[in-house]
T-cell receptor, first 110, second 116 residues
Framework: GESVGLHLPTLSVQEGDNSIINCAYS??????FIWYKQESGKGPQFIID?????DKRQGQRVTVLLNKTVKHLSLQIAATQPGDSAVYFC?????????FGQGTELSVKP | KAGVTQTPRYLIKTRGQQVTLSCSPI?????VSWYQQTPGQGLQFLFE???????NKGNFPGRFSGRQFSNSRSEMNVSTLELGDSALYLC???????????????FGEGSWLTVV
C-alpha cells in the first residue's frame, strides 16, 4: 500500500550530538524523497531531498541516506542545536503527490 | 523571492458554512497542491493543479474542491463544513507537477481552520 512510516515518534538528543531520524517507505517505484522540518504553528520547511538514483546527499549540517534495497531513508543532523527542535517528516512522491510519514519529534536538550 | 503565501492564516467557521482558502505560489511555479494536516491523520493530499488543470485528487469527499487561475494562484473550497474539517490546510508549490524531475516542493505556512 501507499505508506511512508517513521520508526520512532520521538527522539531526544543532547545539544551538540548528532541526530539520526529514520523513515521506511513502501513503494519501490518512488523516485524522489524529501525531508521537511515543521515547527509549531508553521508549515513544513524543506530541508533536503534526494532522488532514487543517489545513495547519499549532503547539505549544511544535514545528510540524507537512501537505501533502496531495504526501502529506508534517514536524515542525519550534525551538531544538533536547540533550533533543530521540531517535527521531521519524510515524504516520497507517488503519482504526482507527496506521501508523508507520521513524523518524528526531535527534542534537543541544552 | 517571496515564498508560498496563504490567506487567511486563521479562521473560525460554523458547521454547515463554507470556506474558501487562497494560495499564491512562488513566482514561476505552475504546480500547486493542497494538503490537510490533523493530529490524527497527519498530512494528507487533497489535490494538485498544474496550468489550471487538476492533475490529481486525494481521497476526500466532494465537499472539498479547488481551482487554479491563469496566474497560478489557487483556491480551495470546503462546503457544508463539519467539525472534522478542523485542520491546518497547507498549500505547496513547485516548478513541475508532483515534484517531477526532482523539483522541490515548497510549503506555505498554512491556514488554520476551526469549525465550531
Amino acid at each position: 500500500g501507499e505508506s511512508v512510516g517513521l520508526h520512532l515518534p520521538t527522539l531526544s538528543v543532547q545539544e551538540g550530538d548528532n541526530s539520526i531520524i529514520n523513515c521506511a517507505y513502501s513503494n519501490s517505484a518512488s523516485d524522489y524523497f524529501i525531508w521537511y522540518k515543521q515547527e509549531s504553528g508553521k508549515g513544513p520547511q524543506f530541508i533536503i531531498d534526494i532522488r532514487s538514483n543517489m545513495d547519499k546527499r549532503q547539505g549544511q549540517r544535514v545528510t540524507v541516506l537512501l537505501n533502496k534495497t531495504v526501502k529506508h531513508l534517514s536524515l542525519q543532523i550534525a551538531a544538533t542545536q536547540p533550533g533543530d527542535s521540531a517535527v521531521y517528516f519524510c515524504a516520497e512522491t507517488q503519482g504526482g503527490k507527496l506521501i508523508f510519514g507520521q513524523g518524528t519529534e526531535l527534542s534537543v536538550k541544552p | 523571492k517571496a515564498g508560498v503565501t496563504q490567506t487567511p492564516r486563521y479562521l473560525i467557521k460554523t458547521r454547515g458554512q463554507q470556506v474558501t482558502l487562497s494560495c499564491s505560489p512562488i513566482s514561476g511555479h505552475r504546480s500547486v497542491s493542497w494538503y490537510q494536516q490533523t493530529p490524527g491523520q497527519g498530512l494528507q493530499f487533497l489535490f494538485e493543479y498544474f496550468s489550471e488543470t487538476q492533475r490529481n485528487k486525494g481521497n476526500f469527499p466532494g465537499r472539498f474542491s479547488g481551482r487554479q487561475f491563469s496566474n497560478s494562484r489557487s483556491e480551495m473550497n470546503v462546503s457544508t463544513l463539519e467539525l472534522g474539517d478542523s485542520a491546518l490546510y497547507l498549500c505547496a508549490s513547485s516548478l513541475s507537477p508532483g515534484g517531477l524531475g526532482g523539483n522541490t516542493i515548497y510549503f506555505g505556512e498554512g491556514s488554520w481552520l476551526t469549525v465550531v
